[in-house]
Nanobody
Framework: QVQLVESGGGSVQAGGSLRLSCLASGYSRYSDFMAWFRRAPGKEREGIAAIDRAGSTKYADSVKGRFTISKVNARNTLYLQMNNLVPEDTAMYYC???????????????????WGQGTQVTVSS
């Protein structure tokens, strides 16, 4: 199994930046495939970015060009660099992981068994 702990959330003004981190502990192979999801108030949880064991990445259209997902294996840490934030980015952000994910379904939350507790991001206008 793997345990995931997110950090780095906070409150920023529109146009600002934040970097989220997700520390994975436990059997490292269970974090070969990792992703960031978010849930805005009143909305379903949505996948926004994913990275596979080779370092290939996927992004939702809503964040493409503004957010960057990366992973430092030596630190067992997943990152999400978020730039040019807008109020619509306000949400609870979660990292997710599993030993294998079909990347054609990367944004489907059912592909991931392991989840962090979330970190809140609030963007004010």
């Amino acid at each position: 199994q793997v345990q995931l702990v997110e950090s780095g959330g906070g409150s920023v003004q529109a146009g600002g930046s934040l970097r989220l981190s997700c520390l994975a502990s436990g059997y490292s192979r269970y974090s070969d495939f990792m992703a960031w999801f978010r849930r805005a108030p009143g909305k379903e949880r949505e996948g926004i970015a994913a990275i596979d064991r080779a370092g290939s990445t996927k992004y939702a259209d809503s964040v493409k060009g503004r957010f960057t997902i990366s992973k430092v294996n030596a630190r067992n840490t997943l990152y999400l660099q978020m730039n040019n934030l807008v109020p619509e980015d306000t949400a609870m952000y979660y990292c997710a992981a599993d030993i294998f994910v079909d990347m054609s379904r990367w944004s489907n939350e059912n592909e991931y068994r392991y989840w962090g507790q979330g970190t809140q991001v609030t963007v004010s206008s």
